[in-house]
């Protein structure tokens, strides 16, 4: 678990830093919506979360949404 708050405390200043130097707010708000997102699942991971599969709802969303088969 310490682990991954080291690295994402690197990750988040080495891309964060050069965006709050150049002033790029828009950029600055989804890196940090990205790795804030990352941050959690990884987290999550970790600590032996068992995690959704993203392919569930995929196929459903395929199946029945769009109409669609393969």
Do not use: H, W
């Amino acid at each position: 678990m310490l682990y991954v708050l080291v690295v994402f405390i690197i990750i988040g200043f080495m891309d964060l830093g050069g965006l709050i130097k150049s002033n790029k707010k828009k950029e600055f708000k989804v890196t940090l919506l990205v790795i804030a997102v990352a941050f959690i699942l990884s987290t999550l991971y970790a600590l032996d979360y068992r995690l959704p599969s993203p392919m569930l709802a995929l196929d459903k969303f395929v199946r029945e949404v769009l109409g669609l088969g393969y």
